[in-house]
């Protein structure tokens, strides 16, 4: 059996998360003219493209799911990744640096989206990008496409008590925009109290997936971006269920891979700004649990049922400034992906953890390189990370690791002794090494229409384009920058 892709598009994205997506979704409303292909190098999941993994019911079919998800091989050191995603099997940490032992990747159509919590806030001070004046009216687009609420719990057992005592706690000077409130979340709460995560189907959405010009490939590996006289003319794409290559033509590409394959593509196609792969960021992570402090079980009806609203329970967010720079996503139990031990049958809600994301002290020696003799699974130039943490960062994390004491001790109980912190790499919100800037200095890889410097009609996306410390997540802000560029090639190639 062979398949054959197109040969000529206007687009040819690379990736089909939720970057690709939005790319793919603006190009489909705005230039409805225009054949756009996205490839994805992972299977389709799901009967619906990028459907999420939590909206599959059968618990034997999800865990499938994300197991198909899991890229080539398990990492060989016992290092455990977070079902759907894999470890760097190597090269994630040079000596004498900290490394990001805990780097991980999703292989499938719809990428991370369909593995995410949901999470949306927008960025504040200091994490905002300065230079772009429509970064509001992108973030409110990227809103739309995510299908962001901000009261999908508000009716859980405890989430007025939660925020009210981390208002408490954390409010005092903040700006009224920088106050404790609810998350953002990506979800759809039915009048039957279903909730349904926002995958990356939900961004594509039906008029896009049934589009004529536009089409999705799975199992389509993106091995080379093509180019003639500084300028885009297709990518070279290998059939991973067939075998064998084909090039496919396009007026423009835009590579929405992830913050360490979207650089690895480029230096493969000989794309190599001096600024590629460098001012890698993660945001370092100290999580807590508390026990809520003088309440009753809400969740049971006059029948001892449990009631539609104790399904699920809140989540909160203490967001990011200057003066603190770290943000909390505080999940109660119900809403919560990490399980608590066994044995423990609390309330519904009033389990709590937190999780404080610490901004990073950017340096471009912070990076990942590309290995000149050694190739990883798929055969691309294997990545070496460069990775360490500097005193300031050290000094954020003990903030940090202060700060979520003080928040469950304003809760209630803390259930143990001292905050843990997490592997570097673990928030998987890996951002910076195809950094967007204001003009071409040699800091940055595109410019603010997501444009590939000296190289016209090519385009990245996702959260290695982020060129601000954030510690926020990160998800909103690069779909809002990957519908900048989208609108962009709209207008370009209209």
């Known amino acids: 059996m062979t398949r054959t892709f197109p040969g000529r598009v206007d687009v040819a994205v690379v990736g089909s998360g939720p970057c690709g997506a939005a790319v793919a979704r603006t190009l489909s409303e705005r230039a409805p003219g225009l054949t756009v292909a996205v490839f994805e190098a992972g299977p389709q999941l799901t009967a619906e493209p990028g459907r999420h993994v939590k909206s599959i019911a059968d618990p034997a079919a999800r865990a499938e799911a994300r197991r198909r998800s899991e890229g080539p091989a398990p990492a060989p050191d016992g290092r455990t990744a977070r079902p759907g995603t894999y470890l760097l099997p190597d090269g994630y940490r040079?000596?004498?640096?900290?490394?990001l032992p805990a780097a991980a990747m999703s292989r499938n159509v719809g990428g991370m989206g369909v593995h995410w919590t949901g999470a949306c806030p927008r960025p504040g001070e200091s994490e905002r990008i300065g230079f772009l004046p429509d970064l509001d009216d992108l973030l409110t687009e990227a809103e739309r496409l995510l299908a962001v609420r901000h009261d999908a719990f508000d009716d859980a057992p405890f989430t007025g008590l939660v925020r009210a005592r981390l208002a408490a706690a954390f409010d005092a000077g903040r700006s009224a925009n920088r106050t404790v409130r609810a998350m953002p979340l990506a979800v759809r709460r039915d009048a039957d109290g279903r909730v349904t995560w926002s995958g990356t189907d939900v961004v594509l959405g039906d008029a896009t997936l049934a589009h004529p010009g536009v089409s999705l490939h799975a199992d389509a590996h993106v091995r080379r971006v093509r180019t003639a006289h500084?300028?885009?003319?297709?990518?070279?794409?290998?059939?991973?269920?067939?075998?064998?290559?084909?090039?496919v033509a396009a007026r423009a590409v835009v590579v929405a891979a992830d913050a360490l394959r979207t650089p690895q593509l480029l230096w493969a196609s000989g794309i190599r700004p001096p600024a590629l792969g460098r001012y890698l960021n993660d945001q370092h992570q100290v999580v807590l649990a508390a026990r809520l402090a003088e309440v009753m079980d809400p969740g049971a009806g006059e029948a001892g049922h449990a009631t539609a609203a104790a399904r699920h329970s809140g989540v909160s967010w203490v967001p990011y400034t200057d003066a603190e720079p770290f943000h909390g996503q505080v999940m109660q139990l119900d809403a919560s992906p990490v399980p608590l031990a066994d044995g423990v049958v609390p309330a519904p809600g009033s389990i709590v953890g937190l999780g404080w994301f610490c901004a990073k002290d950017i340096r471009a020696e912070d990076r990942v390189t590309f290995d000149t003799t050694r190739t990883d699974a798929d055969g691309m130039p294997a990545p070496r990370v460069h990775y360490t943490l500097t005193a300031r960062d050290r000094a954020t994390l003990d903030a940090a690791r202060k700060a979520v004491r003080r928040a469950a001790e304003a809760l209630g109980r803390p259930l143990d002794a001292e905050p843990i912190t997490l592997p570097l790499g673990s928030s998987l919100h890996y951002q910076g090494t195809v950094r967007m800037g204001e003009s071409d200095d040699g800091t940055c890889v595109c410019g603010p229409d997501s444009q590939v410097w000296g190289t016209a009609g090519l385009y990245v996306a996702g959260n290695g384009v982020i060129p601000t410390a954030t510690a926020c997540n990160p998800t909103l802000t690069s779909v809002a920058l990957a519908v900048g560029a989208a609108r962009h090639i709209a207008a370009a190639l209209r």
């Not at 040079?94 to 490394?99: M, N, R, S």
């Not at 290998?238 to 090039?247: A, F, I, S, V």
Request: glycine share 24%; hydrophobic share 25%.
């Open 94 to 99: 040079a000596p004498g640096e900290d490394g």
């Open 230 to 247: 500084g300028r885009v003319t297709g990518v070279l794409v290998r059939d991973l269920r067939h075998g064998g290559e084909q090039e």
